[in-house]
């Protein structure tokens, strides 16, 4: 089967056969009906954050199951969505219901492999590793039964694909992260794939007004369409100085996701007092944050990292998709330019010249 593999750190993706072995115990084989283009892949590329190599890259995807391994109860033919964060169901973090913390999150980053560490990827002798326990820039994976959510009737899969990362992490970092959004400001600093999806999230949760903010005029006018109420050219200076105009005081809720350490620290100053940042930005392992100490303390203002949204992927996307399929979420808006598996690094390129809309492959 073919795929998208990192061989080395600044290079191009290499399109190759690969062989993938059965799904082991607890594991499922997945046709992949589609992938989304998401920033993250790009921190691997770039090495902002590390990998093994050579590793099949792509977390974002959609497909149907094709086969099962022992235990699990998945049907063959049933339409999912991949999740990147595992989720074993045993630990202390999925026992209390935050299935982000899972201890297996740290198995996959540390071995590139699944659960058990070892990889299902291979051509000839050589091991090739698994991204997140997805890897989904390939004609197929094999990941574990609990990386995936049942996909309904009606939803494309572009939609199912950019739900399981993109989506779930803007509108989670809304419905999850924040309390009491209805008629209240929030900002969005960020207005890629993640930012616009947060617009969404917080359209659902009725704040009022919703600004958005970022340095491209055609990201921002996407965001309006998808509801923002106010747009800030970040180009123009003075991001922080016009959101508390514009709010008389400052946002009570804001979620960044872009993670840089400048537009933190601007994000950071937008804030009403006792305001919560809701950091969902990826960004390299020595990025660092800084902010007033005074501000922090005397206006009681909250930064919180809120990975995947805080989701609670079974549950979350459940809810994400019924919005969908009922109108209230019309996702297909975030999509931008759809391209065949062989265009990965085309479809890259796209991503850094900022192209607006979510980058879609079909393998
Ligand atoms: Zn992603
Ligand atoms: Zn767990």
């Given at each position: 089967?073919?795929?998208?593999?990192?061989?080395?750190?600044?290079?191009?993706?290499?399109?190759?056969?690969?062989?993938?072995?059965?799904?082991?115990?607890?594991?499922?084989?997945?046709?992949?009906?589609?992938?989304?283009?998401?920033?993250?892949?790009?921190?691997?590329?770039?090495?902002?954050?590390p990998a093994r190599l050579?590793?099949?890259?792509?977390?974002?995807?959609?497909?149907?199951?094709?086969?099962?391994?022992?235990?699990?109860?998945?049907?063959?033919?049933?339409?999912?969505?991949?999740?990147?964060?595992?989720?074993?169901?045993?630990?202390?973090?999925?026992?209390?219901?935050?299935?982000?913390?899972?201890?297996?999150?740290?198995?996959?980053?540390?071995?590139?492999?699944?659960?058990?560490?070892?990889?299902?990827?291979?051509?000839?002798?050589?091991?090739?590793?698994?991204?997140?326990?997805?890897?989904?820039?390939?004609?197929?994976?094999?990941?574990?039964?609990?990386?995936?959510?049942?996909?309904?009737?009606?939803?494309?899969?572009?939609?199912?694909?950019?739900?399981?990362?993109?989506?779930?992490?803007?509108?989670?970092?809304?419905?999850?992260?924040?309390?009491?959004?209805?008629?209240?400001?929030?900002?969005?600093?960020?207005?890629?794939?993640?930012?616009?999806?947060?617009?969404?999230?917080?359209?659902?949760?009725?704040?009022?007004?919703?600004?958005?903010?970022?340095?491209?005029?055609?990201?921002?006018?996407?965001?309006?369409?998808?509801?923002?109420?106010?747009?800030?050219?970040?180009?123009?200076?003075?991001?922080?100085?016009?959101?508390?105009?514009?709010?008389?005081?400052?946002?009570?809720?804001?979620?960044?996701?872009?993670?840089?350490?400048?537009t933190m620290r601007e994000?950071?100053?937008?804030?009403?007092?006792?305001?919560?940042?809701?950091?969902?930005?990826?960004?390299?392992?020595?990025?660092?944050?800084?902010?007033?100490?005074?501000?922090?303390?005397?206006?009681?203002?909250?930064?919180?990292?809120?990975?995947?949204?805080?989701?609670?992927?079974?549950?979350?996307?459940?809810?994400?998709?019924?919005?969908?399929?009922?109108?209230?979420?019309?996702?297909?808006?975030?999509?931008?330019?759809?391209?065949?598996?062989?265009?990965?690094?085309?479809?890259?390129?796209?991503?850094?010249?900022?192209?607006?809309?979510?980058?879609?492959?079909?393998?």
């Open positions: 089967m073919r795929a998208a593999v990192l061989r080395a750190v600044g290079e191009p993706l290499t399109i190759e056969d690969l062989e993938l072995d059965a799904p082991g115990p607890g594991e499922v084989q997945v046709r992949i009906e589609a992938a989304g283009v998401c920033h993250s892949d790009l921190h691997y590329m770039t090495g902002d954050l050579p590793i099949v890259v792509g977390h974002e995807g959609a497909g149907i199951v094709e086969a099962v391994g022992d235990g699990v109860e998945l049907a063959v033919g049933q339409r999912v969505a991949l999740t990147w964060r595992p989720r074993c169901g045993e630990c202390d973090a999925c026992v209390a219901g935050n299935p982000v913390l899972c201890r297996f999150g740290r198995v996959f980053a540390t071995t590139n492999g699944l659960f058990d560490g070892t990889t299902r990827l291979h051509r000839g002798d050589e091991r090739i590793h698994h991204l997140m326990g997805v890897s989904c820039f390939a004609e197929r994976v094999v990941v574990s039964a609990t990386s995936t959510a049942p996909v309904p009737d009606g939803v494309p899969p572009e939609i199912a694909a950019v739900a399981a990362c993109a989506v779930v992490t803007g509108v989670g970092a809304v419905l999850n992260a924040a309390k009491e959004v209805a008629g209240r400001p929030l900002a969005v600093y960020g207005a890629g794939g993640v930012g616009l999806a947060a617009v969404l999230g917080a359209v659902v949760a009725g704040a009022s007004p919703i600004i958005a903010i970022d340095l491209d005029p055609e990201k921002l006018a996407l965001a309006r369409r998808l509801g923002a109420t106010h747009t800030i050219d970040g180009r123009e200076g003075r991001v922080a100085e016009r959101v508390v105009e514009l709010t008389g005081g400052g946002v009570p809720w804001l979620v960044e996701a872009v993670g840089r350490p400048q994000a950071f100053a937008c804030l009403a007092a006792e305001g919560t940042l809701v950091a969902v930005g990826l960004s390299s392992t020595d990025a660092v944050a800084e902010v007033p100490i005074t501000e922090l303390v005397q206006r009681q203002k909250r930064i919180v990292g809120a990975l995947y949204g805080l989701a609670n992927p079974r549950i979350d996307l459940a809810r994400i998709f019924t919005l969908y399929l009922a109108g209230r979420l019309p996702l297909d808006a975030l999509l931008g330019t759809t391209r065949p598996l062989a265009e990965v690094n085309e479809a890259y390129a796209d991503l850094r010249a900022g192209a607006p809309g979510r980058g879609v492959l079909i393998p």
